[in-house]
């Protein structure tokens, strides 16, 4: 019997032979924290050791609240500067830099074959690069950076086989939600899922980080893509250290695998308050909302923007519709910028805010009050995520935020196209 | 293991409801920690919750974030277990690190009310409730030695210790 992906690598790393199930102890390639990283230190120092036991693993980029917006924030991210020059962790990343997600993978830590946890669920990203990536909590960092081992469960895998050509006006974001929907929020949970098939194999790199970031949504531990060329192309010059793509076996042995045409795929929103939630456009078009965000690591990326600048441009959004846009990261902000995409968004009446994760998760950057609804490109609409409790959070695509930008209320992006 | 009042509550009670992001990285102190627990799904609950009360719950409880808080929150309001139908991967995983037993029972879920108050017994795996005694599978080694440390970092710290004498 073959092997999936992950079993491989936790084979690989574990250094016997495993199979989905088993409890391996490891080492991972590369750990990431962020803002949290404050809090990871205060753990940290209760071990009672000095040292960071392999410093050249840890990636800290600050993302969560930045610039910081009041004390507290400041302190922590003071706390966080000392800490990476005591120890002399020389991949740090300043608040200047975007979203951790962003940054890890276009500075070139996300590698084919790699096993990478990171203290924020939505460490599965990687996985769209080949690697093994898992989220884990802060004392789970803590303890990494000191002992520099873990215990993982090898997790049975989903395959999903994603058919058919996509319809004009229709996005990665619209089939995660649709799969999600139909599959529900638990569906993966402690499992890996792998992205198979005709139309899967060739999305770009971004589309490809928008299905592994929202593997989180269905509970997954890990993602997974194989790389194409253009992917490795993009790696040569940014890879920080060697790899080798890992793929599962033709007869590796699947907990289950779906399959999904998306041919006649329609505009997906997940509704409030929870990401499976969904139904397609056209049962939610009308729905007034005052709060449009653009951007995240799900959706902030110039593929993202170059969509809402196409159905922007010209144009101005609706007067009663504050419109929000984070590119993903500074890299792509600076690609935006030179193709002109910047000037469409913030001609048509954008307020383009710095790279980083705004107000995604409600500390800052665009806080709900009361009663308003947000329709956004994020992950992740739980009740009072953005701000009040008493809000609404939609999830859509770029096409679809952007074009209901213009019409102030949920709107199907394929007339505009 | 004393008894308990429990909390009952639905299927995917998600880390933003247990502790909401905009207290993440400001609201670090313990017992202000405990204040906000549950804030954004039942506001009652800090307010009220006593020690040993037990939350009960449905499908895929802590689903969402990473953040740690979500399980410690609950640990210092008081909370000694949560029985849950399922739990999302990464809050079992933090419960757990943070010494709070995480007991998956889908038949004790069903067979509890809320407000009653039951007995969990962890050495032996199980819950008695008013309408009978439901058990779940003791923790493997690796994981019982971790809660009775009170947590992964107590955990840690004594391993570290016992590897820094052998050396000695």
Redesign the interface.
Known sequence: MGKTFSEKILGLKAGKEVQAGE?VTVSPDFILSH??T??II??FK????KNVSRPQKLVIILD??VPAS?E??AL?HKTIREFVSEQKIKNFFDIHNGICHQVFSENGFALPGKLIL????H?TSYGALGAFAA??????V??LW??DEI?LRVPETIKIEIDGVLPPGVYAKDIILKIIGEEG??RA??KAVEFTGEAAEKFSLSSRLVLANMTAEM?A?NGYFKPDEEILQWLKERAKDEFEVTASDPDASYEAVLHYDVSSLEPQVACPH?VDNVKPVSEVEGEEFHQALIGTCTNGRLEDLEVAARILKGKKVHPDVRVLVIPASRQEYLLALKKGVLEILVGAGCLILNPGCGPC???HQG?LAPGEVALSTAN?N????M?S?DAQIFLASPATVAASSLEGRITDPRKFI | MKKGRVWKYGDNVNTDVIFPGKYTYSVLDPEEMARHALEDLDPDFAQKVKPGDVIAAGRNFGCGSSREQAAACLKYAGVQAVIARSFARIFFRNAINQGLPVLQSGEAVDSIEDGEEIEINLALGKIETKKGVFSFSPFPESVSGILEEGGLIPYTKKKLEKNKERRC
Not at chain 1, 135 to 140: A, K, N, P, Q, Y
């Open positions: 409890v803002d949290n404050a809090a205060k753990e209760k071990l009672g050791i969560h609240v009041s507290e924030y922590n990171g203290a924020d669920s460490t989220g884990i909590g802060r004392s789970e803590a303890s000191a002992t215990w929020a638990e949970n402690y509970g531990k929870t998760l409600g500390a806080i992740r739980f009740r009072g995520r701000g409790r």
